[in-house]
């Protein structure tokens, strides 16, 4: 495999803006030994070369940073400027060294970032990513309402793989397979760690999600025909069996085989009368293959009316289900421990709203179970409608906000200077 290595913020901790006078190539008197390494990053990459693989650092840091860092601290070659999350600059090293894509396989690269920016490179390209997160201690409260650091959005970049430590990295390389969200490979059991936190009952709440739904370019492994399928009134019997073998399979192995928490009912969020298929969800719920009480807590109220997809942002969507979403047991749930099952997270409204439900009634631990997760859209490359040149993606830097560029010559591009939005993406 040709692991493709981002530097700063993965290998050495240089984010901090005491170091861009050396990234940027202004300062290039800098010594090695003021660039702090992040901890068992060099024998990663050791451990990987070991292994057969190799390794190239790819940074849009200057070549005078870049290379003398790669080179002396981790011994492998790189390139710098790369200009992520364009895919022209790395597109053609890629050719020039690996073949590619001409003669090797996108599935023979993983690109390894600590950003939504090499997770974006890397779908633009199709090749199988990891975001290497933060560690638990990192985690906030809830994710959702810090949108620029927060925990779930870093997942929702749609990385093939989310890992947490160089240990768990490896073992992504050894087996990707295995490694693999569960509704991505047959052999897959791995979710995404959307979310996870003490709750008020002195329990846990988890979010996790098993495949991805993915927008715009991806490697092989997203799931979105899975995602469409599932929601068809055409879906056979013979596909859904395939997804509750899949779903059980994670429930048994990965869930309820530990025995930090013991789990005694699982249910699913209600489907509206007007949802196709009809009883989209209790359909799979009850053909679970686990050894759990099974029960339709959740209804929604007959008043109803329009739908949850017409609010555009997670405090209207949260507002709708509370009005007409009520939780139902004729059993006390206090103390219990609750799986809910849902087809797709996408703000994260659904399974707040669920959860707190649940909290409201007593129960301790709840894990919300989503099938799908609606990943970051991916802005790619366009031709300039001014000068036919390509447009490069940059990002504002008072806000974020990605915005397309033809980037003219004082700025060290062949472009006319073209500016415009780019819409429907999230930063």
């Known amino acids: 495999m040709h692991i493709l290595l981002d530097l700063d913020g993965t290998l050495v901790k240089t984010t901090a803006s005491k170091y861009d006078d050396i990234k940027y ?5 800098f010594s090695l030994d003021e660039i ?12 990987a070369k070991k292994r057969g693989h190799s390794v190239t650092i790819v940074s849009d840091s200057h070549d005078a940073y870049v290379g003398p860092v790669s080179e002396k601290i981790f011994d492998a070659p790189w390139l710098a400027l790369a200009d992520k999350p364009n895919t022209a600059k790395l597109r053609s090293y890629l050719e020039r060294r690996f073949g590619f894509p001409s003669s090797a396989i996108a599935e023979e690269f993983l690109v390894v970032g600590d950003t939504g920016l090499n997770i974006q490179l890397a779908r633009g390209l199709s090749i199988p990513s990891v975001l290497l997160l933060p560690g638990p201690g990192d985690i906030p409260y809830d994710p959702y309402y810090d949108g620029l650091a927060s925990w779930a959005r870093l997942c929702m970049e749609g990385a093939t793989y989310n890992c947490r430590s160089f240990r768990e990295l490896l073992r992504v390389i050894e087996t990707p397979a295995k490694h693999r969200l569960v509704l991505e490979d047959k052999q897959g059991n791995a979710a995404v760690r959307m979310f996870t936190a003490r709750n008020l009952n002195d329990g ?8 991805r739904q993915q927008q715009g370019p991806c490697d092989a492994y997203g799931a979105i025909e899975r995602y469409y399928k599932f929601g068809s009134e055409d879906r056979t019997e013979n596909f859904l069996g395939e997804v509750v073998r899949d779903v059980s399979r994670y429930l048994n192995d990965e869930v309820m085989a530990h025995d930090a928490i013991r789990w005694d009912i699982i249910t699913c969020v209600a489907d509206k009368a007007t949802t196709k298929p009809p009883r989209k969800m209790a359909k799979l719920l009850h053909e679970l293959n686990v050894d759990l009480q099974k029960n339709e807590l959740f209804v929604w ?6 739908s949850i997809r017409q609010e555009k942002h997670r405090a209207g969507r949260m507002g709708f289900i509370k009005r007409f979403v009520r939780l139902e047991s004729e059993i006390d749930l206090r103390g219990k421990s609750v799986i809910v099952v849902d087809d797709q997270f996408t703000t994260g409204a659904t399974a707040m709203s669920h959860v707190d439900m649940l909290l409201e009634a007593g129960v301790r631990n709840v894990l919300f179970l989503a099938l799908f997760y609606l990943t970051n859209e991916v802005p790619v490359e366009k031709s300039c409608p001014r000068c036919g040149k390509i447009a490069r993606i ?8 990605p915005f397309y560029n033809c980037v003219p010559p004082e700025y060290n591009g062949n472009g006319c200077g073209w500016m415009g939005n780019i819409t429907n993406v999230r930063n």
């Not at 846990?204 to 999600?209: K, P, Q, S």
């Not at 504002?396 to 906000?401: C, V, Y």
């Open 394 to 401: 940059k990002y504002r830097k008072r806000d974020g906000s």
């Open 301 to 306: 109220s007959p008043e109803v009316t329009g």
């Open 204 to 211: 846990y709440t988890l979010i996790r999600c098993i495949g």
């Open 36 to 47: 702090p390494i992040v901890e068992g990053a060099r024998e990663f990459v050791e451990a």
């Open 25 to 29: 190539g202004r300062n290039r008197c």
